[in-house]
Each structure stands twice: as structure tokens, then as C-alpha cells.
């Protein structure tokens, strides 16, 4: 469990930092947030053996070798070449490609060999399971599989973030793919007849706990992807919600605890943050009646309103009135967007003749002059 808190803290800081804050400054981690991964698949392998050292090493080998002949010669993946970004590199390949090549191996033949599993140990008793030759070639060709899927979408993620980027028209070819497909299946194959078949399988205790928390959705009253939807009905519902308790609670009949917002006294707290917990009793007490009682439905309308919550803090209280320094520089687009619809909404200092109640979402005519300052300055 801390393997899957530790990767999954540092990728949503990586990608809000990317998203939000210094892009350079994140996209040049990238590096150290793959060794990172790799150092957790060490700690979470529960008997590092000469078999795993050996698959680290003909995984790196292959990866790097691989990208040589890529792009020296454009023969197995097209016309590329990789940034700088990427850190040190031997032969212009950087030499994290070889760790990223393990992990995305590793990771996809354990994800497929858990979901199999499950599903052949599913099988009633009385019906003949799949020869094991069968579940070998089903566990690599769907790894692989699952792997050109990872490829598909990192690719243009990848040339937005100056990891490498494709000659000519940019165009990614569909031979790419295929490489991938064909590298993956040699990387995956052996590694299946010598680990998996005598039961003792690589495992990845990340990839495993993810996994199990999602089996663990079906002893809900309810389907996951419906558990999900409610949580992401509720938490863009909070933004109307939040518009519409801004507009007349707050600059309403509550104007007392929101007034020392608009009309900042000296302290570190306001009495606006009361509404912090106005809005957080409704959250807790939906998860806690809700898991409690099993009525999850309920319970995922908790989490979509703490999950508004969280993200509120960051917008209001981080990103535009940095009342904690953590970010303090961004040209983004979105949040110069955001800080200046809330500065026309902040330039009313009573209640009344208010404009731009929202938060997450704003009007139109806030990005216009945005995007016409940043032009301007770019001319």
C-alpha cells in the first residue's frame, strides 16, 4: 500500500505541476520519477532472485538497443529522435528509456497475468480450464497488446513534453505500433515460460493492490464505473452548487462570516473559512453514514463533494490568493484565467453588483482577455 500512495502522490504532483505550475521544472523530473518507479518494483519484489535481475537486464538491453537501430536508422519505429529532457543518453538514446522499457514490461505482463488469473480461476469446476499453452500465448499477446496501448497514448504527450519528437510532418507511422507489438511479445515470452509457468510469477504489489481494489467494488451494492459516475456527477454538480451559494448565501443573509474576504483584516484566518466546514460536514457525514450503512451511492456523493473541496483549496486558496506559498509563478492559461475572473469579483467590496461566482469554471470574456494579453505580449 505505501508502493501505490508513494507512485500515485508523485504522478498527480507531476502532472499538476505540468498542468499548472513550472512545466520545465516537471518535465526535466521525468528521470528521476522513472527511477523512482523502478526503485518501487525493486521494494515491492518480494524475493529480488538472479530470474528478475536477469529480465531488469534483457529488458534494459533490448529497450536501448532497440531505440539505437530506431533512430539511427528509422527501420523499426520511423523517422525520431529524442530531446534532451530525458537526461543522459549513449548513442542519443537516453538511458531512462532502457528503465522505461522494464517498467512498462513488467508492469503490463503483471496487470495481464493477475486479470487471467482471476478470470480462469472464475471457471466452474466442471468445465476443462485453458491448456497452459493457451494461457501463455493469451497473457503475451495481450500484454503486448495492452503495452501498444500505453504506447498509443504516451505518444503525443511525449512530443507536447519534448521527450522526442517524429521528422517530417510529424505524423506518427502505424509500423511504430507494430514494432512495439513484436518487441513486446519477445520481451514478455520468455519471461512467461520461466517465471509464470512454475507459479512463481513476477509480482508488482502495486499493479496487485490496485487491482484488488478494484475487485473489491463488486462486493458494493453497486457497479464501480456507476460508483465513479456519481462521484464525478456530484463533484461538477458542486460547482453549481458553489455559484449558487456564492451568489446568495454568501453575498446574501451569511454576507457576515464572507465579508472579511472581500475586506481582508490582519490574521492568517477569516471567519469565510467557516464555510470550509459547512461545506465539509455534508461530505463526511455522507461517506461515514454511507459506507457504514452500505448505501454506496450515498457515500459517493461524499467523496464528490470532498473531492470539490480539494480542489477548491487549491484553486481559491493556493493558486490565486496564495495564502500558502507553495506555487507562487504560473503562465498558464487556465489559471491566469481563473485569477483574473476572481479579481473582477474581488473588485466589488460590498455585497451587492458581484460578477464571476463561480470557481473552477468561468464566462467566456475572462479567457478572451486572457488569450489577447498573452498575444499581445508575445508580439
Known amino acids: 500500500m505505501i508502493a501505490t500512495i508513494t507512485a500515485v502522490f508523485f504522478h498527480l504532483v507531476g502532472l499538476v505541476g505540468i498542468l499548472f505550475f513550472n512545466r520545465d521544472f516537471f518535465v526535466n523530473t521525468t528521470s ?8 518501487l518494483l525493486f521494494y515491492t519484489q518480494e524475493r529480488v532472485n538472479i530470474s528478475f535481475i536477469i529480465f531488469f537486464i534483457v529488458c ?6 532497440v531505440e539505437y537501430i530506431g533512430t539511427s536508422t528509422g527501420y523499426l519505429f520511423g523517422d525520431y529522435a529524442y530531446g534532451t529532457v530525458l537526461g543522459i543518453s549513449v548513442k542519443n538514446v537516453p538511458l531512462i528509456i532502457g528503465v522505461n522499457w522494464f517498467i512498462v514490461m513488467y508492469c503490463c505482463g503483471n496487470a495481464m497475468h493477475i486479470l ?6 472464475r471457471i466452474d469446476e466442471t468445465t476443462e480450464k485453458p491448456r ?4 501463455t500465448i493469451a497473457l503475451v499477446t495481450d500484454a503486448a497488446t495492452l503495452a501498444v496501448v500505453f504506447d498509443w497514448l504516451m505518444e503525443p504527450v511525449a512530443v507536447n513534453l519534448g521527450y522526442w519528437k517524429w521528422g517530417g510532418t510529424g505524423e506518427i507511422p502505424l509500423f511504430n505500433y507494430a514494432s512495439w507489438f ?26 496487485i493492490d490496485t487491482g484488488n481494489v478494484f475487485f473489491a467494488f ?28 456564492h451568489r446568495f448565501v454568501m453575498h446574501g443573509f451569511l454576507w457576515y462570516l464572507h465579508e472579511d474576504h472581500h475586506q481582508p483584516r490582519p490574521g492568517f484566518f477569516e471567519k469565510n473559512d467557516a464555510f470550509f466546514l459547512i ?43 496564495q495564502r500558502f506559498k507553495w506555487f507562487t509563478r504560473s503562465n498558464n492559461t487556465y489559471v491566469r484565467t481563473i485569477r483574473w475572473a476572481h479579481k473582477m469579483h474581488h473588485k466589488h467590496m460590498g455585497k451587492e453588483h458581484g460578477e464571476s461566482f463561480g470557481m473552477l469554471f468561468v464566462a467566456r470574456k475572462y479567457w478572451q482577455k486572457v488569450k489577447e494579453d498573452k498575444k499581445r505580449n508575445n508580439q
Open 60 to 65: 534494459f538491453i533490448t529497450g536501448m538497443l
Open 279 to 321: 461545506f465539509a460536514i455534508p461530505s463526511w457525514l455522507c461517506i461515514m453514514l454511507g459506507l457504514q450503512n452500505g448505501v454506496y451511492w450515498v457515500a459517493a456523493i461524499g467523496f464528490g463533494i470532498a473531492m470539490y473541496g480539494l480542489a477548491y483549496f487549491l484553486v481559491h486558496d493556493v493558486i490565486i490568493h
Open 32 to 39: 528521476l520519477n522513472l527511477l523512482l518507479m523502478l526503485g
Open 116 to 121: 487471467l488469473n482471476r478470470l480462469i480461476n
Open 132 to 135: 497452459q499453452s493457451l494461457q
Open 218 to 245: 463488486k462486493n458494493f451494492s453497486m457497479n464501480a464505473i456507476l460508483f465513479a459516475g456519481i462521484v464525478l456527477g456530484t463533484f461538477f454538480l458542486m460547482e453549481a452548487i458553489t455559484w449558487l451559494t
Open 182 to 207: 513484436m518487441v513486446s511479445m519477445v520481451l514478455l515470452y520468455p519471461v512467461q515460460e520461466t517465471r509464470f509457468r512454475e507459479g512463481k510469477q513476477i509480482r508488482c504489489k502495486f499493479v
